[in-house]
């Protein structure tokens, strides 16, 4: 598995900590662990219903070569917003901290699968990173869950020496074919009926090689931009 942080951002430039410093993403990101497995099945089935993968994630955590990233609302008990003091940390090379320690009891464990809004599955093979699944839950599409997923789809990928990243998508799923492209990805292949369920065609599509300078910058511009739009990442320590 990939150590327990996740950082996103380029070491080169810093991001001005002062920007809109009092609107804070209720978002986060953190590495999955094992106690997640069911919460990640049940999001995948929320945002998939009878297209759903069939694929498991106790199985696929498990692997060396499979890393999954969860999306989680960070809240506190009371339902309102908080301030940490990791939060106040400059540059989108912030950490995403996971809120799991290795003395984490049951129940906090239930509370942290519970807050999972989202994730994805990232396989490595070779020198490229693969996205295996991204999902939002229905009730949080449109706030952003989705992008901040694939930003951390990028830099772990990054981080883990992968030359680029590919994918597949729905030839019908417009939506997320436009935030990819967003970020770099471009139309490369077709699987013909490739979803199981209607027999639709895959678009594959891949990034640029990460050592394209060009893209580095692009990539960095639209990282910087989510993060004034969105606001701040808010970290969470149980």
Known sequence: ???????????????????????????????A???????IDQVVKEAFGASAPKSSAARDIKRENTTYIVATKNRRADG????????RNGGWTRKFRSIFSSSIGKSESEQAASEIVGLVGIWTAVDQAHIIV???????????????LLIATLSEAKKIGATNATLEVRKSNLVARALYRKYGFADVGIRHKYY?????????????????LDYSRSLERRCLAYTASRGKIEFKAI
């Open 134 to 148: 991204i999902a939002t839950r229905p009730s949080e599409r449109g706030k952003g869950v989705g992008e901040l």
């Open 80 to 87: 309102s917003r908080f301030h940490s003091e990791g939060e």
């Open 1 to 31: 598995m990939a150590n327990p942080s996740i950082t996103i951002g380029a070491p080169e430039r810093g991001f001005d900590s002062t920007t809109r410093d009092s609107l804070v993403n209720p978002y986060g990101t953190r590495y």
């Open 33 to 39: 662990t094992i106690a997640d497995a069911d919460a």
């Open 196 to 212: 199981h369920d209607n027999r639709e065609d895959a678009i594959i599509m891949s990034t640029p090689s990460f050592s394209n």
